[in-house]
């Protein structure tokens, strides 16, 4: 069971920007982010391949980029353009099956971290 960490999420001002990054036990693997607003299902917005294939789900197409630092073993979402609908805790999590944005494929996810867009 891979342990996932995530951080650097903030309240920030609509438009601002943020990185978020997640620090998995265990690397490399094909890694997603996903997000969870109040009264809301989880969302996929992001993933990423070990050869370094990115997918973005359309809400975030555009304005979010993932990217993974592979001598750091970190996985980065960085997050441009912020609107209140952003507002959500953001999850890594590891894609055993490099699923891309269809959940079956994640085994492993991390506790999140609180993103506030006002």
């Known amino acids: 069971h891979v342990q996932l960490v995530e951080s650097g999420g903030v309240s920030v001002p609509v438009g601002g920007s943020l990185n978020l990054s997640c620090v998995p036990s265990a690397y490399p693997f094909c890694m997603g982010w996903f997000r969870q607003a109040p009264g809301k299902q989880r969302e996929w917005i992001s993933s990423i391949t070990t050869d370094g294939r990115t997918s973005y789900s359309d809400s975030v197409k555009g304005r979010f980029t993932i990217d993974a630092d592979n001598a750091e073993n970190t996985i980065h979402l960085r997050l441009n353009g912020l609107k209140t609908d952003d507002t959500a805790k953001y999850y890594c999590?590891?894609?055993?099956?490099?699923?891309?944005?269809?959940?079956?494929?994640?085994?492993?996810w991390g506790r999140g971290t609180q993103v506030t867009v006002s």
């Open positions: 999590a590891k894609d055993a099956y490099c699923s891309g944005k269809y959940c079956y494929g994640y085994d492993s």
